[in-house]
């Protein structure tokens, strides 16, 4: 019986590590093709999402949280993808 417990949990292990790869390898890929946006949308002058000229003004006026917040909720982001996109256009403005 331990045997098949163990093996039970070899198997989960593995199969754990399985998915975190492949989850890796996917937010990488997704990376790449949101690099591969932004660089057509420069190129073919299209306007950017409205919404960052709001952040933008939170940003100024030093409202960081208040703009992740309304990232989020506007864009449907998580947490770390609100505060990475918000960080973004505080780059963008320097």
């Known amino acids: 019986m ?3 417990e163990y093996l039970l ?4 292990l593995l199969a754990i590590i399985n998915l975190w790869t492949k989850v890796g390898k ?3 890929r997704i990376k790449g093709m949101q690099d591969t ?3 057509l949308t420069r190129q073919t002058g ?3 999402n409205p919404i960052n000229d709001e952040l933008r003004k939170l940003i100024q006026k030093g409202e960081d949280v208040k703009a992740v917040k309304k990232a989020r909720e506007t864009l ?3 947490l770390l993808e609100g ?3 918000i960080d973004k256009l505080k780059s963008e403005n320097r």
């Open 26 to 28: 996917l937010e990488g």
């Open 76 to 78: 449907g982001l998580s």
């Open 37 to 39: 946006i932004d660089r």
């Open 2 to 4: 331990q045997y098949v």
């Open 9 to 12: 949990i070899v198997i989960s």
């Open 83 to 85: 505060k990475q996109y």
């Open 46 to 48: 299209l306007p950017e």
